[in-house]
């Protein structure tokens, strides 16, 4: 079983890599073209997978950032969110692994209660954001803030490392009982 390791290639000079893993091809195609429109200090990498893992004959550069792209549409998806999973070596999952959530603007239409995706990425203690992606305007404010999340995980913001943003964004939830 190939697994993937935040520090098996050395980081590229200047640049960011993230790599989108969902089953909604299209959806990751316009966010990826979207975080490429963003202004980017560095040079910014954008790759797109179906499910991990990664066919190990690619040569592919160091990835900073993994997002698994949960569309709240189709059980299928998370499924292949779960079992991606698998294939991701448990040192990613300090600060690097972020979890996104789609197509919770049409509650009605879930096939995926919220409540399932949140315990998921509690039970990794990674980032949840939700976002509908089919609107322009929210697909765009995401990509800038996935960007942002990038920079910091691929070391380029002084200060800040990957370990401080998870700090911050679970710090921003609200505390669940179990947690008090």
């Given at each position: ?20 893993v969902?089953?909604?091809?299209a ?7 979207a ?12 790759h ?8 190990s004959n690619?040569n592919r ?8 792209v ?11 969110v779960e ?12 600060g690097?692994?972020?979890?996104l ?6 509650e ?7 409540n399932?995706?949140?315990r998921?990425?509690?039970?990794y203690?990674s980032p ?10 929210f697909?765009?404010?995401m ?5 942002r999340?990038?920079q ?7 200060s800040?490392?990957?370990l401080?943003?998870?700090?911050l964004?679970?710090s921003?939830e ?7």
């Open positions: 079983m190939s697994v993937l390791r935040p520090l098996d290639k050395l980081p590229g000079l200047n640049t960011a890599t993230i790599l989108l969902g089953t909604e091809d959806l990751l195609q316009q966010l990826a073209d975080m490429l429109k963003e202004d980017c200090t560095s040079e910014l990498k954008v797109l997978a179906k499910s991990l893992p990664l066919p690619v550069p160091r990835i900073d950032l993994i997002v698994f949960v569309n709240l549409h189709s059980k299928h998806s998370l499924r292949n079992e991606s999973l698998h294939h991701v070596d448990a040192t990613f999952f300090l690097k692994v972020s979890f959530a789609t197509g919770a603007g049409r009605s239409h879930c096939s995926i209660h919220r399932t995706v949140v998921l990425a509690r039970t203690r949840l954001l939700f976002c509908d992606l089919e609107i322009g305007d697909r765009a404010t990509a800038q803030r996935l960007v999340m990038l910091i995980c691929a070391g380029h913001v002084p800040v490392s990957a401080n943003l998870l700090s964004l679970q921003s609200n505390p669940s009982l179990e947690d008090l």
